[in-house]
């Protein structure tokens, strides 16, 4: 895949994403039937069994193409209904359409196993270059089912069109570090950083009033996924693959769906990532992306770290160097990246020295990591990760040794899993940078944390910035947790009615 948009529309109180259409489409063969998961077509059976399965009848002629209807003899859901459409001249088949009401069998399955999916219509036309190449040019898809979660049945519906080029003369495949750790084409879609250009140069692209009209619907009445830089939805349906920033990352947030998977090992599963926790007891998942454009002779670069949350996880015990040690390792990547970038756009490549430039970095990147996991281990090596700290922080201007748990924060450790975002959030209130201590420390709170002490310092920082009213709220609370208040503090707060909890 090279691009694409997602329009999605609101239904209730939320989005239906389907995450696997291009593997459905892309799994079902037109000429060989072994192993498909969709009913078969007329392409796929001899004359004898296209005589015995369906009645053929010439349903129309225009413009020198004529239409076949493919009508299956019986009232039998495994075979779909088919139009095919033959130039006269050139004897090629110009479209194929495939279509059927109420499938029974199909590869889709519901989300919950006691949620129900049921009534499901398909429609897939395939339409092909009326030439010596006989390419496929296009693939139109569209499907409806009612869908009941056991509180209500929706109609889930979805719709889209995939375009196919002469890559060759048109444009570059992506570069992924590991195209196999890429779930689906929609993950594809949404965690790549948008590229204008792509979208506003490429003439192949230029929006039909079709597309625009459902690109006005989705706009007002949904939501437009890839269709600009700043889309405030991207952190919901990105699947937990985050793009590298200097925001830090937390063992929680690495960890907060990994427990679950731990849990079963004891159970037979063949679950690559359960195969992951049993084979090491740490993953970090990052892809480079790089992409390749040429438009009016200049060639432009589009390239982005990103990390796989999901797939990452960290369960070895941790020390004070933990927090500090993981995003190291993922600011390494991203120093690579850059490098990479400053080669690419500082000379002329062709194809093959972009592909070669490429490989050659992920190559040695694998290799540094290695050596930074083997010298700093797991950040036991405090002075090999300080070295590493200083290389970061010279490079991306970001100092990881603020991450760095204190000795004091070590002792009091009562086994709370959020210890590192307590320490880098004070850590940043020490330094006055009050609206970053605030932000770093209500992740922790919004994830369900209650610790006195981070009460407590969120009320430091809302005094600080003047919200009177929070700060004396979350004071009430961490003293009602244990907390001991200064006096300085009591006064401030003794005119406020705290009221109901938040």
Known sequence: LK????????????????????????????????????????????KKELRKYYTLELIGFENGVYQIQFTPKKDSHNYFRSRILVDKKSLQIVKIVLFENNLKKHPFIEINPNHALDSLNYYVAYTYKNDSTHLLQTIEFKYDFNYNNNIKIRKMNSSGVFLFY???????????????????????????????????????????KKVLKYREFFNENGILLNYNELSEYYHIFRNKIIPWSKDRIFLFELNNTVHSNVAVLSQS?????????VSSNFNFSYQIYLDRNIFGGITFYNAETLINID??????????????????????????????????????????????????????LEKDL????KLVYYGVNEEDLLIYSEKVNAALNIDNTKLIIDDEFMLADDGNKMIDVYNYGGTLF??????????????????????????????????????????????????????????YILKKCEDRDFGADK
């Open 3 to 46: 691009n694409g948009r997602i329009g999605i529309s609101n239904i209730g109180d939320g989005y239906f994403v389907s995450l696997s259409s291009t593997k459905i489409i892309s799994g079902y063969d037109l000429l060989n039937a072994e192993g498909i998961q969709l009913p078969q077509n007329p392409l796929q059976l001899s």
């Open 166 to 208: 002469d890559q060759p003369h048109i444009f570059d495949q992506p570069y992924y570090a590991d195209e196999e750790k890429i779930i689906s084409d929609y993950d594809k879609i949404v965690f790549q950083p948008y590229d204008e250009l792509f979208w506003k140069f490429n003439k192949v692209l230029i929006p039909s």
């Open 269 to 277: 599963s063949s679950s690559t990532r359960i195969t992951k926790v």
């Open 311 to 364: 797939e990452s996880f960290y369960i070895r015990n941790t020390n004070k160097n933990t927090t500090s040690f993981i995003n190291i390792y993922f600011d390494l990547v991203e120093i690579e990246k850059r490098k990479l970038m400053q080669i690419l756009e500082n000379d002329e490549w062709n194809r093959n020295q972009v592909d070669s430039i490429y490989r050659s970095t992920i190559k040695k």
């Open 370 to 373: 290695n050596q930074y996991l």
């Open 430 to 487: 020490s330094e006055g940078r009050y609206h970053q201590s605030l932000e770093i420390l209500l992740k922790a709170y919004n994830s369900g944390d209650t610790h006195r002490w981070l009460f407590y310092n969120l009320g430091l920082n809302y005094l600080v910035l003047n919200n009177k009213d929070e700060a004396c709220w979350f004071f009430k609370k961490s003293e009602e947790l244990g907390e001991d208040l200064d006096p």
